[in-house]
Nanobody, 124 residues
Framework: QVQLVESGGGLVQAGGSLRLSCAAS????????MGWFRQAPGKEREFVAA????????YSADSVKGRFTISRDNAKKTVYLQMNSLKPEDTAVYYC?????????????????WGQGTQVTVSS
């Protein structure tokens, strides 16, 4: 079975940084575009960032542009989200996801597999 496991979440003050990791197993990692989504209480799941199979093409939501960076290490079957200059509105459960696609994907329905999520809380 495909398994995605997020880690690296926690409590951080506004302006601080966190690095999330998502370790993949049970799939041919290089065949999948990867993405990060987040969901705050009472809100729908929101796109954060996506990365292509090779890692050469990325795209981020306007709300995190210039602050968050997505990357991947195909040898380690791991995708990362480096989060800098965190704001209270970034508080959410963050999910990684895998899409069997050679294109970037931006909506939840385009993704085939999901992790269980990791909590990020940004205090002011």
């Amino acid at each position: 079975q495909v398994q995605l496991v997020e880690s690296g979440g926690g409590l951080v003050q506004a302006g601080g940084s966190l690095r999330l990791s998502c370790a993949a197993s049970g799939l041919t990692f290089m065949r999948y575009a990867m993405g990060w989504f987040r969901q705050a209480p009472g809100k729908e799941r929101e796109f954060v960032a996506a990365i292509s199979r090779s890692g050469g093409n990325t795209y981020s939501a306007d709300s995190v542009k210039g602050r968050f960076t997505i990357s991947r290490d195909n040898a380690k079957k791991t995708v990362y989200l480096q989060m800098n200059s965190l704001k209270p509105e970034d508080t959410a459960v963050y999910y990684c996801a895998a899409a069997y696609s050679g294109l970037l994907r931006y909506v939840p329905d385009d993704y085939d597999s999901w992790g269980q999520g990791t909590q990020v809380t940004v205090s002011s």
